[in-house]
């Protein structure tokens, strides 16, 4: 069955770092773009990061130079490395692949939940 499975989240100061990981279960996971979103309560889920196939790289505005976006093919897995985090990074971040031409081809994980503490 195709999935994602979100981990490493959990609770941080201000100014701490956390690596997410995206571990997929997908037929040809290397043909996908990978995607990171997090929703924070109250509020839309908004894109975080995005990674090419290719390696391509593009963040929000609110996170570059801060956020990491990365992959590894032979693992199948996505990940997010986070450093200086700050409050309002608090979210259930969730991790998306997507297929760049069939655009029915997308699946999401669960979630993983980060908390960032003053």
């Known amino acids: 069955q195709d999935e994602l499975v979100e981990s490493g989240g959990g609770l941080v100061q201000a100014g701490g770092s956390l690596r997410l990981s995206c571990a997929a279960s997908i037929y040809n996971f290397g043909d996908y773009r990978m995607e990171w979103y997090r929703q924070a309560p109250g509020k839309e889920r908004e894109l975080v990061a995005t990674?090419?196939?290719?390696?391509?790289?593009n963040y929000a505005d609110s996170v570059k130079g801060r956020f990491t976006i990365s992959r590894d093919n032979s693992k199948t897995t996505a990940y997010l490395e986070m450093n200086s985090l700050k409050p309002e990074d608090t979210a259930i971040y969730y991790c998306?692949?997507?297929?760049?031409?069939?655009?029915?081809?997308?699946?999401w994980g669960q979630g993983t939940q980060v908390t960032v503490s003053p």
């Open positions: 998306k692949a997507q297929h760049p031409v069939s655009a029915r081809k997308r699946y």
């Open positions: 990674i090419s196939k290719l390696g391509a790289k």
